[in-house]
């Protein structure tokens, strides 16, 4: 956006002054290696203090509109080979970075629902897993959250089914952002989610009421329709000692589900 600033700095200066930035842009806005020989150019590393003979920056830009300049001293004149060598090095390096990207969006895609854009239920699965491996080792108490929406059929039959995908979304993004970042929430199928969490037993129980009512009081607009939707909740849990597959808690999360749907719906029920 046209801003400067060190992210990272070892053994270099770490404040820039105006003029400076103002340089560095300039380079970086050309896009191509720059190479000057200059006998009045002093650089202070550390405690030392330098005189280089050469100076070549090697501007480097990604796709994703980030910028980075490679500042080279060297105590040397340099020939035009090495020159030419540094101009590859800089297309080799632009490349690498491009392919790292295409290589983490991939995975990333790899690992989301396509609609809510939380995990997926085969990668959501794995991460569950190995939070609830992590918190045996820890010696703490895992809990499984199983949400369902409540007569979500009824939405899709009288809104359409890009309604009920609307809502779906909502909905997830409402219980994302009422979860910690270390939790693991995904889409196990349909119109169920499950979320993972450490935590001590009051604060599981709070936390899924709070989701419960959250969404009970939000009105979603869609194509100047106004729809309501509630969601019942099941919990299981497992303590550090217990020999529970994670395939077994989510079971458990289900029938607590089921009881909490059977006995009215909108409500949360914990199996003990």
């Known amino acids: 956006m046209g801003n400067l600033n060190v992210i990272f700095s070892y053994l270099s200066r770490e404040q820039l002054n105006d003029k400076q930035k103002e340089s560095i842009k300039n380079i970086l806005d050309k896009g191509q290696l720059l190479s000057f020989r200059d006998s009045n150019i002093e650089i202070s590393i550390a405690t030392l203090s330098v005189k280089p003979k050469e100076v070549v920056f090697l501007p480097i830009e990604t796709k994703k509109s980030e910028k980075y300049l490679i500042a080279l001293y060297f105590n040397s004149y340099l020939k035009q080979d090495d020159i030419n060598f540094f101009k590859r090095l800089i297309y080799q390096y632009n490349l690498a970075l491009d392919r790292s990207s295409a290589y983490e969006h991939m995975q990333k895609i790899a690992a989301l629902d396509e609609l809510t854009g939380i995990y997926n239920r085969r990668f959501g699965m794995q991460r569950l897993a190995e939070d609830y491996s992590r918190a045996k080792r820890s010696g703490n108490a895992f809990y499984v959250i199983m949400f369902d929406i409540d007569h979500f059929k009824k939405i899709n039959d009288t809104f359409g089914h890009q309604a009920g ?73 497992s303590q550090p000692s217990d020999l529970l597959t994670i395939e077994s808690l989510i079971k458990e999360a289900d029938e607590a589900l089921y009881i909490a749907k059977n006995s009215g719906r909108n409500k949360v029920f914990i199996k003990q």
């Open 165 to 237: 995908d609307y809502v779906l979304y909502q909905i997830a993004k409402t219980i994302k952002s009422l979860l910690r970042i270390e939790d693991v929430f995904l889409r196990y199928g349909g119109e169920e989610f499950v979320a993972g969490l450490i935590c001590k037993f009051e604060n599981v129980i709070e936390k899924a009421e709070t989701i419960r009512k959250e969404i009970e009081k939000l009105t979603f607009l869609f194509n100047d329709f106004e729809i309501k939707a509630t969601v019942s909740i099941g919990i299981s849990k």
